[in-house]
């Protein structure tokens, strides 16, 4: 129990401490014009209340990631919530809030212009494409976990006996290696991602957002109220790798929990946002605040999934032969803590996440590849032409084995992030000499990256060099980087697109 709060409240002071002291290096203009207003097409730049565009990110950037994330990453033990804690205030929030700040101050930029605008051209038209090919892997991911959940909680059993018909034979049988019922779950997912994607931001995203924040609210209000009853009980404090495959926790621990502690995916999600604020004094609260409430998902997963299980052991053994079993974890823990109707609404705020993190992810890869390819998003046929052969590309990707693309979405999830905290970076040192407090945390992911890629399994699309190789070359990368980064480091008061529209 005291573990669980002690963990909270280093969560809390990092919002108001060191939350404040990076958004103070950025000066917020409450007097400043907003994209939202400059830009407004009553399509993608709208002004939303503040506690909509609130809830609109935080359910944007909280997909499976601090659920299924940190779950597995309790397997190595308690040292998981230092970098979930220490990764977010010092990451993961930082990453979030400087994206939704750059695209702000770059009349509601998208990611691939804002790392072309401080990493330069060449970098742009990388990152159009890597970005366009995560988010197709993040809709594909938010497609299958979410309706394994539901396919768990409502399988076609039940609704057999409570229809009265006769045809869970039909749907449990076999098509590209999934249920039937299973794709028309996936297929009903899809159809609200198309709506999500073509629809203007305030008519369905802003409004049912709200909704499903409350799902949310419940499954996190109700394990958090069981920790620190002491109904789950923490385990013991270490920082011993209790790993039952003794998988090293660098770098791989970092790729595993993602989005709980700091993700690229993010980076995208914030200039959707900045799209939509009104006022510069929220982006903290909005962007930063996000991702602290992030975290606390986190955090109560891991540690319920531990507490839960009696340990590392019991919870391997539940997580199965392959340790990737969290849809049952997930269903165990709501149902057994909260009640059959509590569990059910836990279930829902779980299943939620992914789902508001989809749709999201393609209607991003709509803009971005809007942006790229500059074609009028006001215009209902240009939609269409540039999201359907991204949904198509989806459903392609849906027969490859759910655990393959997780591995490859982790992997680029973070390189992501990377890029876009050495952007980051190069932003806050045309106006200020704390820009390290950006630039150590990118050299710290620029080598964790290079070395997972490194020593990961060739089976799993590494290169299968020993961890002490691999994270001599990381860390040879890194320091090059960052080398690279202080050599051309830009004049404080460098003109940029910003500049002039102030």
């Not at 742009?124 to 768990?152: D, E, Q, S, Y």
């Not at 290079?450 to 860390?475: M, Q």
């Not at 404080?492 to 697109?497: A, F, G, K, S, Y």
Request: include cysteine; aromatic fraction near 10%; hydrophobic fraction near 55%.
């Amino acid at each position: 129990m005291w573990l669980f709060a002690v963990l909270v409240g280093a969560l809390v002071l990092g919002y108001f401490g060191y939350g404040r002291f990076v958004e103070r290096l950025v000066q917020p203009d409450p007097n400043r014009p907003v994209p939202a207003c400059t830009r407004a097409d009553g399509m993608d730049y709208v002004i939303m209340p503040t506690w909509r565009v609130y809830l609109v990110q935080l359910l944007n950037i909280a997909g499976l990631g601090p659920v299924f994330g940190p779950i597995m990453g309790a397997l190595w033990g308690p040292q998981v919530f230092l970098w979930i804690v220490l990764g977010s205030i010092l990451g993961g929030a930082v990453h979030d809030f400087l994206s939704g700040v750059m695209s702000m101050r770059n009349g509601g930029a998208g990611l691939p212009e804002l790392i072309g605008q401080y990493l330069g051209a060449p970098a742009r038209h990388v990152a159009t494409f890597f970005i366009l090919v995560l988010m197709i892997l993040v809709g594909t991911v938010f497609v299958k976990g979410p309706a394994a959940l539901i396919a768990a909680l409502l399988p076609p059993q039940t609704l057999e006996s409570s229809l009265g018909l006769s045809f869970s034979s039909a749907m449990q049988a076999q098509w590209g290696g999934q249920s039937v019922w299973l794709w028309l779950i996936m297929l009903a997912i899809f159809a609200y991602y198309v709506a999500a994607t073509m629809l203007p931001v305030d008519k369905l995203i802003g409004r049912v957002y709200p909704l499903f924040a409350l799902a949310l609210l419940v499954m996190v209000a109700g394990l958090g109220l069981r920790l620190l009853s002491g109904e789950l009980a923490m385990p013991r404090f270490t920082l011993d790798n209790l790993h039952p495959a003794q998988l090293p926790a660098w770098p791989v621990i970092f790729v595993t929990v993602s989005c709980g502690a700091i993700s690229g995916f993010h980076a995208t999600q914030s200039p959707m946002m900045a799209r939509c604020l009104g006022n510069e004094r929220h982006m903290r609260a909005v962007f930063y605040g996000a991702m602290i409430v992030e975290a606390l998902i986190a955090v109560v997963w891991a540690s319920a999934a531990s507490g839960h299980y009696g340990g590392v052991e019991g919870l391997a053994q539940a997580l199965g032969p392959k340790l990737n079993n969290t849809t049952v974890v997930v269903h165990t823990v709501c149902t057994e803590h909260l009640g059959l109707v509590g569990g059910a609404l836990a279930i829902i705020g779980v299943v939620v996440l992914p789902i508001t993190s989809g749709d999201t992810a393609f209607r991003v890869a709509r803009l971005i590849a809007a942006d790229y390819l500059k074609l009028d998003q006001a215009r209902g046929a240009n939609r269409y032409l540039v999201a359907l052969p991204m949904f198509a590309a989806s459903l392609l990707v849906n027969f490859i084995p759910f655990g393959m693309i997780w591995r490859y979405f982790g992997w680029a999830n973070q390189t992501l992030a990377a890029f876009t905290l050495w952007a980051a970076a190069r932003f806050l040192a045309q106006r200020t000499r704390f820009w390290p407090i950006v630039a150590l945390p990118a050299a710290f992911m620029s080598a964790m990256c290079t070395t997972y890629l490194l020593v990961e399994s060739r089976t799993n699309g590494g290169l299968g060099l020993s961890l002490s190789l691999g994270t001599a070359i990381g860390v040879a990368v890194s320091i090059a980087a960052l080398v690279l980064f202080i050599v051309a480091l830009p004049q404080r008061r460098l003109e940029t697109t910003e500049t002039r529209q102030d």
